[in-house]
């Protein structure tokens, strides 16, 4: 096991430490319980959008936290659910008037503990909604999931609700958009090489030379199956078709088009599987109007990649244009706002229009 | 040979193409010859900041282009210094009424080609300054390279410098300014796995299950030794004193550290190596005042990272401070400015202010 770590047993706390070191000008990171929140939590008159699950993944989900996205996230050890006294630390130190929305990925662990803290939070008098996020087609259920896992989605759907928040729609109107957001979000992922968890010091999962697995989840477990290494371009048919076919998404769709690599994967290898995906997108008629290239939601160095696909209308485009600041995710405004609503900030919505696709 | 690519030869151009595809809306992509400008270039009223070097090192340099940094750049083949054609018609694209300034990572074949095309754009009519950056403490001289490398250094002066043209400074402040850095700045990194550059199939060296390279290159290049795997502690310590000694950094000091990922180490890793680097300087008496963590100069998918230490000022950490708007590095503007000058975006400048070390 080759990695840059001291014991392996305390990789979650000192890379939270160094996460508080390089970013605790900008928020508030709890050791015990271990949690990260918005500097200026909480905050009156928005919704708090609180959301956490297994370390491993980083930047998701404490490199998330900040204005225009998360209220709070909590890091559970590495692959591993966070615990309800965790959850529940973070949610009332989000918690401000109007409530507070858990997003929540499909694994049992992470589930169970989100509700638990709901419920403890709740007995306190802070009214908590949940979303649970299960974007990814590849298997139906799998290790530690009844059902769906939730993977990529979860980036997208987070920045989007994260600014349905921050403009100040209610706890209603914050929980529908996270669930309709969920049903037209589909993602799948491929791995060539496993990765390690640190206080195990093993593969996750043994590949060949020349094989590749192909909708592998964010944690090494199996996926739909086994192949012999392939080329970029067949890749990425692989992962597109199961997921245009899910939705279905159909010609004449406006799509945000995620590529995200699995954290030991170059970004030069990510912008030719995106060249890919472009490619198919336009053989069927759907238009890239949004993207997301790079490293967002990992598996410790895992060599792969995942697409992900989002089924956009103007609010939704909006909202993703909407500035964000956290350490993961971060862009900013340049020109005057055209907005539907009065915001703090702003925003040239026309800034992350895609010409290639479009004409 | 396990990568996410089709034909080993047209890596870096079907990247390129995926990158117009993703950023076609932000910057404007010329394939014949190749390299990227701003979607505004040229821009009238400030010098133009111009840079470029083999590719593989991804977000560098076609992903710094953009307001608040590089004007153009330069993407050469794998490794593979830009062609004198190439960067030619980068500075003459981003040529505007002020001049441009060439900055040059110290490899042979970069200094040459740069200063070819500088003499080919000077001879109709456009003024070209140029400064090579050599901030690399590990070795003296190096494969391709005569003198010190240029490595992790150039990224924050990109940085820095395209802040204080995009403020309007003149084409000799801009340049002074940037040599200036390049004497405050210093790096040094190491290496856990080796990369391959897919043309070539196989690694660019061999390193044992327990061995790892300290002072290793950007492109593999040898370092100062080879030895067993020690912790990210000890390797923090390995890489920053050699620095520390060098510039000398001494107690007082205001810097900002830089802990870059070389493409295959996940974050989680380089926050550790980052919290361990915090700590020694603070051993140190010396401030860290500011900070950038992940992977932003890279060697294909080698795992390990290197650390970056630059000297601040109050200039420099405004400029530092200023929005940015490229593909690669991006921050933006929540509150009103404080600054000495007229900008056209507003900044925080106590947001990015680390209260871990001044306190």
């Known amino acids: 096991m080759k990695k840059l770590i001291n ?35 909480p905050v009156q008159g928005k919704v708090a959008i609180v959301s956490g699950g297994g370390s491993g993944h980083e930047p998701m989900h404490p490199g998330y936290v900040g204005p225009g996205m998360l209220d709070a996230a909590v890091p559970g050890q590495m692959f591993t659910s966070p615990t309800p006294d965790q959850v529940e630390a973070a ?14 990925k499909n694994y049992t662990g ?3 503990n989100f509700e638990m ?5 709740e007995a306190e008098g802070i009214e908590v909604r949940s979303v649970v996020i299960d974007d990814d087609v590849a298997v139906k259920d799998s290790l530690f999931t009844a059902g769906r896992r939730g993977v990529g989605g979860t980036v997208l759907i987070e920045k989007i609700v994260g600014a349905c928040a921050d403009r100040g729609d209610d ?5 529908n958009l996270a669930a309709t ?15 390690t968890v640190p206080s195990a010091g093993e593969p996750t999962f043994e590949l060949a030379d020349n094989e590749m697995e192909i909708g592998i989840g964010i944690h090494g477990e199996p996926g739909r199956e086994r192949l012999p290494l392939e080329s970029a371009d067949q890749i990425a048919e692989r992962l597109l078709n199961p997921i245009l076919e899910d939705l279905p998404f159909r010609s004449g769709d406006e799509v945000l088009l995620f590529v995200n690599g699995m954290g030991g994967t170059p970004m030069i290898e990510l912008l030719v599987v995106y060249r890919a995906a472009c490619r198919l997108l336009s053989e069927h008629g759907i238009t890239v109007q949004r993207d997301l290239v790079g490293n967002y939601i990992t598996a410790l160095e895992m060599a792969g990649c995942s697409i992900t696909l989002l089924k956009l209308d103007e ?24 907005l539907p609503w009065t915001p703090q900030w702003q925003v040239n919505t026309s800034r992350r229009t895609l010409p290639w696709t479009a004409t």
């Not at 949610?91 to 929540?104: E, F, I, Q």
């Not at 803290?117 to 939070?121: D, F, I, K, S, V």
């Not at 957001?181 to 990765?195: D, F």
């Open 7 to 41: 014991d392996p047993d305390q990789v979650v706390a000192e890379a939270l430490e160094g996460f508080e070191m390089a970013y605790g000008g900008r928020v508030h990171v709890n050791h015990d319980p271990a949690f990260v929140a918005r500097k200026d939590a």
């Open 91 to 104: 949610t009332k130190a989000g918690a401000a008037d109007k409530g507070v929305l858990h997003l929540v």
């Open 110 to 112: 992470d589930v169970a």
């Open 117 to 121: 803290a709901a419920e403890l939070a």
């Open 171 to 175: 706890l209603e109107a914050v929980t």
């Open 181 to 195: 957001l969920n049903g037209r979000v589909r993602s799948m992922g491929m791995a060539l090489t496993p990765c």
């Open 315 to 338: 609010d939704t485009k909006w909202l993703w244009d909407a500035p964000v600041d956290t350490p993961g995710l971060s862009w900013g405004a340049w020109e005057p706002p055209n």
